[in-house]
C-alpha cells in the first residue's frame, strides 16, 4: 500500500513514511497548502532566498511542506525551502532545544566535503498567515535518493561509495551527541558525486547516559532498531537502520517486506509485533540472493542486524569490513562461511579463506608448489576443514611424484599446483604462470592479441596440452556440452603437433569471443555455399594469398578453424594431414573435392565448372583449347595434336569423373612435351626428339613452358588466362 513520505526532492510514488509509534501506520494525509503565493526570506547566514508556491515537491506530511527556492544573487543553484509543521517555535521547550541543537550542528559541520551530510545552506523563522514556522534550505537534490536506485547497486557501488559515506556520516553525528533515527535509503542522496545523509527531523540529543528517547517518533518500521520499540535508542540503533538500508540497495526490497504485505490486513499494532519477532530471533530473509562473489556482504549485514545491540557492528568494525577484515567472520553467526579458526600465514601475508588462499598461490606462482608438496598446506587445512584437506592428500599422492611419459616432470607438478589453485577458488579462474583467464572469452582475446603481434601463448598452449582447460569449464555453472565437445576437439587437433594443426586449433577458440547469436564468418561469408561462391567468381581467388595473414586457403588456419566452426571438423583434419604429406596441387584438389561434397544446389555446378576451366589441372584444359599456338611436323606429332583434341571433359560431371579424363590429357600432354623442340626439360637432359621429322615448335613467348603452377611447369600463356 502506498503512502507519503518527507521528501527532501521530487519523489515519483510514495514511500514508507517516518510516524509515530501510535500513528495507524499507513494513514494518508492531505493537509492545506501554506503558501498562496512566492516569498522571499533571509536566513540567519545571511542568504537571501526566492520561496516558489507555485513548485511544491512535497505536500502530503504531517511534518512538513517542500518548495523549491532560489538564491537572489542570480546563480544557477536551486534549493529547497522545507517548512515544519509538526514542530514550530511555539512547541514545547525540549523538543524546541533539540532542534536548535541539530540546527547548530548541521550548520557547523554539514557543508565540510568529508562529512557526507547534506548540508544546511541556511534556516530561520517564517511568518505564514500570522503563524510562525521553522524554514530550513537545502540543496535540490537533482539525482535523487538512493532509494530510485534500489537493487541496482554493484557491491563496487556499496563497498566505494555508499557505505564509507554513511559509516562517516553516522560516526560525526554520534561523536558530537545526537542519533540520526531515520537512516534508510529516501534518506541517502547524491549529491556532488558523492552519497550524502539528510533528513534530520527525527535526529535527537543523547543524554550523558549514552541513551536517547522520544515518545513522539520511531523512525520507519522495518528500518528501525529493535530496541526504538520500546523508545529507547543509542548510537547502535543508527547502525541497525544502516544494515536495513544495505540491504534493500543490494536485493531492491526491504527484508522484512514480506512480512509487511503479509500482515496488512492486521493492522500496524500486529505488524510491529511480527517484525520485532524476527529482529528477536535474528531471522533474516533472501541471504541465498547474495551473489557468490559477493558472500562477506552477508557478514556485514549479519553484523549490523543483530538483535542484541551490544553485538552489532559499529563504525570500527563497518571499518574492518572495509578493510577486507575476514576475522569479522568470527564475530556473528555465519552458517559454513568457509573462513579460517585462526589466518594462514603465507608468503608474508594472511589468508582468512580459500579463496585467498587460491589468490595467493596464483601471485606466488613460482613458490606456491613448495607449500603444495611438503605437505604445509594439508597441515594447516586439517585444523579447518576436512575436504579440503583430502583433496590436497589426493593432489600430493598424485603429482608429488613423477610418473614418467609424455608430460614433463616440470609440468607434471604444475598440473597439481593449477587444479589447487582451481578447487581453492572453486573453480572461478584458470591460471598458468602470470596469466589468468575467468572465461572463454578472454582466453579468446588472449590468443587474438597472440595472432597480432605474431607471437605463441605459452600459457594457452600447457593448458590445452594437459587438459586443463576441459577441466576447468567442466565445473563453470553455464556450461553447455556443444562447448565442452568443442573443447575436447580443439585439444586433439592441438595435439596433433605440427605448427599448422595447432594454429588452427587457437583460431578456433578465438571464436568464443563473439557474443552469443554472432555469427562465425569468413570474408563475410556466413556459411560454406556463400563462400565458395564467393571465392569462385574470380578465377584466380583460390590461389592468391591472404594479404593479412600471407598465405594460401590451403595452409590458413584461420580458414580451417572456420570451417570447424560450419561443422566440418572430419574434412579439416583430412586437409591437415594432406598438409604434411601432399603436394600443393593435391592440396587444392582436395579442397576443391570438398567444397563439391559439402556445398549445395546450385554452387555444386559452379565449383565442378570451376575445377574444369580454373582448377589444379586447368592448365591440360588451356592447353587443348590453345594448340594453334603450336606447328606439328611428322605423322605422329599430327596425330598427337588429333588426340589431344579429341578428349572431351564434361564441365558438369563430378570432379572425380573430370579428373579420370584429365588424366588422358596429362599422358598426352607428357607425349606433347617430349616433341617440343623448345622443351628446357628435355633441353636440360640433353635430349632431342626421337626423329628428324617429329617436332613440335613455336616462335611464341605464350607457348613456352616456363611457368611454375602448383609444383608444375606449365606454358606461360596460361599466367595470363588465370591472371596470376
Known amino acids: 500500500m502506498e503512502t507519503e513520505r518527507i521528501p527532501t ?43 516558489k508556491a507555485s513548485e511544491m515537491i512535497s505536500k502530503n506530511s504531517g511534518e512538513s511542506q517542500i518548495f523549491k527556492a532560489y538564491p537572489t544573487d542570480d546563480s544557477i543553484q536551486v534549493y529547497i525551502a522545507k517548512i515544519l509543521k ?10 524546541r532545544e533539540t532542534r536548535n541543537q541539530v540546527i547548530a550542528f548541521l550548520n557547523q559541520y554539514s557543508r565540510k566535503a568529508d562529512s557526507h551530510l547534506l548540508p544546511l545552506i541556511d534556516y530561520g523563522e517564517i511568518e505564514i498567515q500570522n503563524q510562525e514556522y521553522y524554514i530550513e534550505f537545502y540543496p535540490y537534490c537533482e539525482a535523487g535518493d538512493l532509494s530510485r536506485g534500489a537493487g541496482l547497486f554493484t557491491m563496487q557501488d556499496l563497498q566505494e561509495k555508499v557505505i564509507p559515506a554513511v559509516n562517516r556520516a553516522l560516526h560525526l553525528l554520534h561523536q558530537n551527541g545526537f542519533l540520526h533515527r531515520d537512516v534508510k535509503p529516501d534518506n541517502l ?8 545523509l539528510g533528513d534530520f527531523g527525527i535526529t535527537c540529543r543523547l543524554r550523558e547516559d549514552g541513551f536517547a528517547s522520544d515518545k513522539f517518533k520511531t523512525g520507519t518500521l522495518g528500518y528501525y532498531a529493535p530496541e526504538l520499540m520500546s523508545q529507547s535508542a543509542i548510537t547502535a540503533s543508527d547502525y541497525y537502520s544502516l544494515g536495513q538500508t544495505l540491504w534493500t540497495l ?34 533474516f530473509y533472501g541471504f541465498d540472493e547474495i551473489r557468490k562473489e559477493d558472500k562477506f556482504f552477508e557478514v556485514l549485514i549479519r553484523g549490523l542486524l543483530q538483535y542484541a545491540p551490544s553485538k552489532r557492528f559499529d563504525y570500527a568494525k563497518v571499518s574492518r569490513w572495509l578493510a577486507g577484515d575476514k576475522s569479522l567472520t568470527r564475530e556473528v553467526d555465519m552458517p559454513d562461511s568457509g573462513v579460517f579458526t585462526e589466518p594462514l600465514r603465507l608468503f608474508g601475508e594472511e589468508c582468512w579463506d580459500k579463496n585467498e588462499v587460491g589468490n595467493l598461490l596464483f601471485r606466488n606462482w613460482d613458490k606456491a608448489e613448495t607449500v603444495i608438496y611438503n605437505g604445509f598446506l594439508k597441515d594447516f587445512m586439517g585444523l579447518q576443514e576436512f575436504e579440503a584437506t583430502r583433496f590436497l592428500d589426493g593432489i600430493m599422492k598424485k603429482y608429488a611424484h613423477y610418473p614418467k611419459g609424455d608430460i614433463s616432470s616440470q609440468d607434471w607438478k604444475k598440473i597439481g599446483l593449477v587444479k589447487t589453485i582451481l578447487y581453492f577458488q572453486d573453480y572461478k579462474y584458470l591460471c598458468w604462470n602470470t596469466d589468468r583467464f575467468t572465461s572463454l572469452k ?16 605459452e600459457s594457452v598452449e600447457k593448458l590445452l596440452e594437459l587438459d586443463l582447460l576441459s577441466e576447468w569449464y567442466a565445473h563453470q555453472p553455464d556450461r553447455q556440452e556443444a562447448v565442452a565437445e568443442i573443447l575436447k576437439s580443439v585439444r586433439n587437433l592441438f595435439l596433433t603437433g605440427d605448427v599448422f594443426s595447432q594454429d588452427t586449433a587457437f583460431y578456433w577458440l578465438t571464436f568464443f569471443s563473439l557474443e552469443q547469436g554472432q555469427p562465425v564468418t569468413f570474408r563475410k561469408a556466413g556459411n560454406l555455399n556463400e563462400f565458395v561462391l564467393q571465392l569462385l567468381s574470380h578465377r584466380n581467388a583460390l590461389y592468391q594469398e591472404d594479404t593479412a595473414r600471407r598465405c594460401l586457403l590451403v595452409e590458413d588456419a584461420k580458414f580451417m578453424a572456420v570451417l570447424c566452426m560450419w561443422g566440418y571438423e572430419d574434412a579439416v583434419h583430412i586437409l591437415l594431414y594432406s598438409a604434411q604429406y601432399e603436394t600443393l596441387a593435391k592440396r587444392f584438389y582436395l579442397l576443391l573435392t570438398f567444397f563439391e561434397k559439402n556445398c549445395t544446389g546450385e554452387t555444386v555446378l559452379t565449383v565442378r565448372k570451376y575445377y574444369h576451366n580454373f582448377g589444379t589441372e586447368s592448365y591440360l584444359y588451356w592447353l587443348q583449347q590453345n594448340l594453334d599456338l603450336y606447328l606439328f611436323f611428322g605423322n605422329y606429332c ?6 589431344i583434341l579429341l578428349v572431351h571433359i564434361d564441365d ?35 635430349l632431342s626428339c626421337l626423329t628428324e621429322n617429329d617436332c613440335i615448335t613455336s616462335n611464341l613467348l605464350s607457348a613456352e613452358w616456363g611457368l611454375s603452377f602448383l609444383g608444375r611447369t606449365v606454358p606461360i600463356g596460361f599466367k595470363y588466362y588465370l591472371n596470376i
Open 250 to 283: 543490494y536485493t531492491g526490497e526491504m527484508m522484512y517486506a514480506g512480512i509487511l504485505r503479509r500482515t496488512q490486513i492486521f493492522g500496524a499494532e500486529e505488524q510491529r509485533n511480527q517484525i520485532n519477532f524476527a529482529m528477536m530471533n535474528n531471522t
Open 9 to 51: 526532492i521530487p519523489q515519483d510514488s510514495g514511500r514508507i513514511p517516518t510516524v509515530p509509534q501510535s500513528q495507524a501506520m499507513f494513514q494518508k494525509q492531505t493537509p492545506e497548502v501554506l503558501l498562496s503565493e512566492d516569498i522571499y526570506f533571509t536566513g540567519q547566514n545571511g542568504t537571501e532566498f526566492l520561496v
Open 86 to 95: 509538526a514542530l514550530t517555535p511555539h512547541s514545547e521547550p525540549e523538543r
Open 442 to 457: 578472454e582466453i579468446a582475446e588472449h590468443i587474438r592479441s597472440m595472432f597480432l603481434y605474431e607471437s605463441r601463448s
Open 652 to 686: 558438369t560431371a563430378p570432379i572425380q569423373k573430370q579428373r579420370e579424363s584429365f588424366a588422358q590429357l596429362e599422358a598426352l600432354a607428357g607425349e606433347f612435351q617430349k616433341y617440343y623442340e623448345n622443351n628446357y626439360f628435355m633441353s636440360a637432359l640433353g
Open 189 to 196: 542522496y547524491f549529491y556532488q558525486n558523492q552519497v550524502v
Open 638 to 643: 599430327k596425330k598427337l595434336q588429333a588426340e
